[in-house]
Antibody, heavy 125, light 108 residues
């Protein structure tokens, strides 16, 4: 059974870089058919897609965040990571990693079928 | 960007009754729509993809329909664990992949 586990700082300071890691178990992050993504949810709010990555390094970013985020994979550790530069209080949220799945014959990410439990990050000085 | 609009924001239904949730896309997205369920303190769970295909392990009381810009999630007989929040998500025009703002199903 595929499992994802996020880890993060809990508290991040404004104007520093917020770094998150997602460890994948029960499957390979290098799977040909799988993409991996980050989604966040501000307290009491809805879901916002942040970024998606393929194990080759091909990535996609939400235009609203693209200037401040970077996503990457470490295939040796079976992990994906997210860096968010210069966070503000508006970036306070639960951050989820998820498998971004699509049809097996077309390597395109569509929907999110496996999710981590999420990690709460509060941005405050 | 495709904007997804869910209605109503809150739906009051009695246990055992049928619930019908709506999701509208700002432009046609064919059948490229997924539905998720989110329980308090938990991550979302995939219910439906391709507008009408149930994900693995999802009970048959959940069904999805629609195409183009109008979509519906139906729950045929509400169980106590179904009174939570539901989100739709489009994957036709991306990036970004976009979600609706959610519908909360509450006990009437």
């Amino acid at each position: 059974q595929l499992q994802l586990q996020e880890s993060g700082p809990g508290l991040a300071k404004p104007s520093e870089t917020l770094s998150l890691i997602c460890t994948v178990s029960g499957g390979s992050i290098s799977s040909n058919s799988d993409h991996w993504g980050w989604i966040r949810q501000a307290p009491g709010k809805g879901l916002e897609w942040i970024a998606t990555v393929y194990f080759t390094g091909r990535n996609y970013y939400n235009p609203s965040l693209e200037s401040r985020v970077s996503i990457s994979v470490d295939t040796s550790k079976n992990q994906l990571s997210l860096n968010l530069r210069s966070p503000t209080a508006a970036d306070t949220a639960i951050y989820y990693c998820a498998r971004h799945e699509g049809p097996s014959n077309v390597f395109i990410p569509y929907y999110f079928d496996y999710w981590g439990q999420g990690t709460l990050v509060t941005v405050s000085s | 960007e495709v904007v997804m609009t869910q209605s109503p924001a809150t739906l009051s239904v009695s246990p055992g009754e049928r619930a019908t949730l709506s999701c509208r896309a700002s432009q046609s997205i064919s059948s490229n729509l997924a539905w998720y369920q989110q329980k308090p303190g938990q991550a979302p769970r995939l219910l439906i993809y391709d507008a009408s295909t149930r994900a693995a392990g999802i009970p048959a009381r959940f069904s999805g329909s629609g195409s183009g810009t109008e979509f519906t999630l139906s729950i045929s007989s509400l169980q106590p664990e179904d009174f939570v929040v539901y989100y739709c998500q489009q994957y036709d025009n991306w990036p970004p992949w976009t979600f609706g703002q959610g519908t909360k199903v509450e006990i009437k």
